[in-house]
């Protein structure tokens, strides 16, 4: 049968290289240093709230090794869940250490309490150190009451205490008035730290009746669990890689529920936990979707369910078997169980922690893995007669969720009904955006051996429709080339499925030559039988950016494709098409280009013309960014976006659009929180090609402005963004920009004039130069710089005839500063000037900011040779860089200011900042926090080695931190 890319299983014996526990307290500061603060306050009393496996026990582990609590003697003692409770038997094992502490009194000749003597028949272990036993008293309350001050007093004889009680939930009665009568009359030295689990516990321990003394400090803090970023670190930590793939981490949150010990159990349970960590996409949820419940989660589930009557294990079970959160009537249809004993199975299952209120009155379980180890246990004919009934009342229900409905037939055996309605589970997920969820169902049906002929040739084309609107390939060209020689299909399915093959493998590094053969073999063959593909086939070819074909090749498809437009009478294939062809015209600078996208529709009460339209405007909008049509771009991706919302969402599109905005961002200026952002999409999109590559040549591009050299080229050295034949050409070119910049700024003249003459090369041989406009004035400077002034004109004099005529004003831009740099370099300093200012006010009508200010402040600097004030010409611009965030930049402008005697002014008007870091310190520490040495920081802020040193110690005292890494933890 069809296979799925599955990855191959791991050989037998492989080591599993996870920690017991992380080296490292993740996601628990601010609970930590509550903990510390109250406890080095006595006496104090602290609950310590969450649920089994929350990490309480971590978090004390943590407590204890505080430099804070070192003259702290700490007595442990834990509660266990006998059946047969031991009277005080925590508090015998807290209280078992105190010999060491008494013999060291005896030693100081200091004498003991007589009251003492009481605690012998309790602590037999240490009662050669405890004085004579007192003489009894003869009523059982007074003893008890003794016995209770001894153990105060035992506790305030030992100096500072910490007193820690684990699991109250599972307290004696003894044990716990014990501690009522402790926290209610405290020990001036005394720190009670007790953890209990409130799935078990009816009320608050240690509270109502039993009130805290006077002066004592207390807190009760709740553990919650961790959040996906916490969940990606605990990961890292327990395995020791640095590298957690963002897709693993996110469904090991959602399959754990960030529980710290159904985390490490789970990666406990994969055979090769440090290759898995970086799995992505598919490959990611295979590896934890088909994993075996870890056998301690197993057993724990188990041991709950033991505490349970029989229907609030029938509660349990048809809540597993419905899998997602249900009300109470739906569980009880499933249980079959009246509805008295539903609600009552209902409350004993939320009580011992079985069961969670997961929204208001919809009931499920705390995470995946305690679903599945409840479902698990169940025997077969019961399973299947409970997704028989699931199935049946969901139909018989006021709306059909069809996903549902379609895995309770497949898990009933009822397979001819299943077929049926998984077909239709995935028309409703294709229509509503969830291309995955539609190809993961199409893909269980093609799988199944009893599917008819016609059945299998709809199911595959419907896949091949579904894994366009996917983010991220995810093997599906693989699923389609084994389609393609299935001997059901018809001629006229493979021809689509081609079709489709060819349209991913245009996404994917390295796949663009087979992408086009597949393309241009399933035009020919569509041509008659379905000409909308074929038109949608041509319309792909007709664009130029994909590899080194030069784009003459795709600009002879463009008059078919518009022949192909006007004939089609179906305004989503109409859309559709002009989405590419339009891209291409508006690439090329065509001048009819910008006009004929101005005259798309943006709106649509047809489904599929909605999602054409929500494609067609962000090809605009991308293809207005690569040209310099900025204020365009942002009004296309706006109506993207627009349409996206109101029903035309496609997950691939919508990557292509966060990516087209980040760009758009980084072009304008709008720099703030934009690394960040990047990141975060960087994670979410690792596995589109297209959508990965730019964001990566976002963040270099904001590396490199910030004199973060070494990451910038870590994000420069991907596939994409080093060959045209990996992906795009304007991408490709655009990243030789960069990098080309970032050689210039190290002085690195030859690699820069290397690095610009690779890409040079490609947009020649593409034939369009305007994507060189980034490139062009790095390029001019690096040439002029290594002494190639003829080679400098001679690419001048290129550009200027390859933009002719077209409206590219990006290009247009590049080409006056290019002109003015030359200009600098062969001693025109009037004219260079003259030209970098006309350059500045052509960034700036796009508006391009950062490439205004570059071509402003060579301006200023040849002003300032010729005798103008270098602060009026200067100053502004330093503070420019600094509000873009450009730090190298504005600092390079700084030591031009010093270099010309001026004193550099703050950037925020003021001298003193307290305890607060200044502008300049807050650049040293963010380079600290990346690892740069203080000479690497000396050289990116042009400063001295000992300015450095000092603004390092400055901003270690003022951070807190003890250690430059104490700075890149935080």
């Known amino acids: 049968m069809l296979m799925r890319g599955e990855q191959a299983s791991q050989p037998a014996g492989s080591a599993i290289l996870v920690r017991a526990s992380s080296p490292v307290l993740v996601g628990r500061t601010a609970e930590l240093r509550a903990l510390i603060d109250v406890t080095s306050q006595p006496p104090a009393v602290v609950l310590l709230e969450g649920e089994a496996g929350i990490g309480k026990s971590r978090l004390l582990q943590e407590l204890l090794a505080q430099p804070e609590l070192r003259r702290h003697w700490t007595a442990m003692g834990w509660c266990q869940p006998l059946r047969e409770p031991f009277p005080y038997g925590p508090i015998v094992d807290a209280l078992g250490g105190a010999g060491e502490h008494l013999e060291r009194l005896r030693r100081t000749g200091r004498p003991l309490n007589p009251l003492l003597g009481a605690l012998r028949p309790m602590l037999a272990e240490i009662a050669d150190h405890l004085p004579a036993q007192p003489a009894p008293l003869g009523d059982a309350r007074a003893e008890r009451h003794r016995m209770f001050r001894a153990v105060r007093e035992l506790l305030a004889t030992c100096g500072p205490t910490l007193l820690v009680v684990e699991d109250l939930h599972w307290a004696d009665e003894g044990t716990t008035d014990l501690l009522h009568f402790l926290v209610s009359q405290p020990a001036d030295n005394m720190c009670v730290v007790a953890t209990y689990r409130p799935e078990e516990s009816a009320s608050l321990p240690l509270t109502g009746a039993h009130r805290q003394g006077p002066g004592t400090t207390s807190a009760v803090i709740r553990l919650a669990p961790l959040d996906e970023g916490h969940v990606g670190r605990l990961t890292a930590a327990l395995v020791g890689e640095q590298d957690v793939s963002a897709d693993f981490a996110g469904r090991l949150f959602r399959r754990t529920a960030g529980i710290p010990f159904a985390i490490e159990e789970t990666l406990h349970a994969l055979r090769d936990p440090a290759g898995a960590v970086r799995a992505t996409g598919s490959a990611a949820e295979r590896l934890l979707d088909n994993l075996e419940v870890p056998t301690l989660l197993r057993q724990a589930m188990a041991d709950r369910l033991d505490r349970l009557s029989p229907a609030a294990v029938r509660v349990a079970q048809a809540t597993a078997v419905l899998a997602v959160p249900a009300s109470a009537a739906l569980i009880m249809a499933v249980a079959d169980l009246p509805a008295a004993e539903t609600d009552d199975g209902i409350v004993q299952a939320l009580r011992a922690g079985v069961l969670v209120e997961a929204s208001t009155n919809r009931y499920g379980f705390r995470h995946a893995l305690a679903r599945q180890a409840v479902y698990d246990a169940l025997d077969g004919p019961y399973r299947r007669g409970l997704h028989a009934r699931a199935a049946a009342v969901l139909r018989a229900g006021p709306s059909l969720p069809y996903v549902q409905i379609a895995n309770h037939l497949r898990a009933a055996e009822q397979i001819g009904e299943w077929l049926s309605t998984a077909e239709s589970a995935a028309l409703v997920a294709h229509d509503s955006g969830d291309s995955a969820l539609a190809s993961e169902l199409l893909l269980e049906l093609i799988d199944e051996p009893t599917i008819s002929t016609e059945q299998v040739n709809r199911v595959a084309l419907a896949l091949g429709k579904s894994a366009l609107g996917m983010v991220g390939e995810r093997g599906m060209i693989t699923v389609l080339g084994q389609l393609l020689e299935d001997p059901r299909l018809t001629s006229a399915t493979r021809a689509e499925l081609r079709f489709q093959r060819g349209l991913l493998s245009l996404r994917r590094s390295g796949s663009l030559d087979a992408g086009r053969e597949d393309l241009e073999e399933a035009v020919a063959q569509l041509a008659d039988s379905n000409p909308a593909s074929a038109l949608m086939g041509m319309s792909v070819l007709a664009v130029a950016q994909f590899g080194e074909t030069p ?40 001048p009819a280009g910008l006009p004929q996208a101005l005259e798309l529709p943006d709106r649509s009460d047809d489904s599929e013309e909605r999602r054409a ?54 072009w304008t200026g709008r720099w703030e929180g934009l690394a960040e952002r990047c990141e975060q999409l960087l994670d979410r999109y690792l596995d589109v090609q297209i959508v990965a590559d730019e964001l990566s040549l976002v963040l270099a591009s904001l590396a490199i402005a ?19 034949t990996e992906s795009c050409a304007p991408m490709v070119i655009s990243a030789a920009a960069a990098r080309t910049r970032l050689y210039l700024s190290r002085d690195d003249v030859v690699s820069a004039a290397h690095a610009a ?15 060189a406009a980034e490139l062009l004035p790095a390029a001019t400077e690096a040439y002029a710089r290594n002494g190639e002034i003829a080679t400098a004109q001679a690419l001048l004099d290129a550009y200027d005839l390859g933009i002719a005529g077209s409206d590219t004003p990006l290009a247009q831009a590049a080409s006056l500063h290019g002109r003015g740099i030359l200009r600098l370099f062969t001693g025109d300093v009037r004219g260079a000037t003259g030209r970098l200012r006309d350059a500045a006010e052509a960034y700036e009508a796009l508006p391009a900011p950062y490439d205004a200010a570059l071509a402003t402040e ?4 040849a002003a300032v040779a010729r005798g103008a004030d270098p602060t009026e010409q200067l100053g502004p611009l330093a503070d420019t860089f600094a509000a873009l965030g450009a730090t190298r930049d504005a600092a390079r402008c700084q030591h031009a200011l010093r270099g010309h005697g001026t004193v550099v002014r703050s950037r925020r008007g003021r001298r003193g900042y307290g305890d607060e870091l200044s502008p300049r310190e807050k650049d040293v520490a963010r380079l600290l926090a990346r690892g740069h040495s203080n000479r690497e920081i000396a050289e990116v802020l042009f400063l001295s080695p000992r300015t450095v040193e000092h603004h390092v110690a400055r901003v270690l005292h003022k951070s807190g931190a003890r250690t430059r890494a104490d700075l890149r933890e935080s």
Do not use: M
């Open 551 to 590: 784009a003459s090749e795709a600009q002879r498809w463009l008059p078919l494709v518009e022949k192909g437009i006007q004939r089609s009478a179906d305004p989503a294939v109409r859309a559709s098409a002009a989405a590419n062809q339009l891209h291409t015209l508006i690439q090329l600078g065509d």
């Open 613 to 666: 339209l929500t494609r067609a405007h962000a090809n605009v909008a991308d293809a207005c960014g690569w040209v310099g049509h900025f204020s365009s771009a942002r009004r296309f991706l706006r109506t993207s976006q627009e349409l996206a919302g109101a029903g035309g969402a496609v997950p691939y599109v919508c990557s292509v659009t966060d990516a087209t905005e980040a760009h758009l961002d980084w």
């Open 706 to 724: 910030a004199g973060e050299w070494d990451a910038a080229l870590d994000r420069l050295d991907r596939p994409g963004l080093l060959s045209a």
């Open 757 to 771: 003459s690779r890409s040079l090369a490609l947009a020649s041989a593409k034939g369009v130069w305007a994507w």
């Open 858 to 861: 060579r301006a200023a600097l």
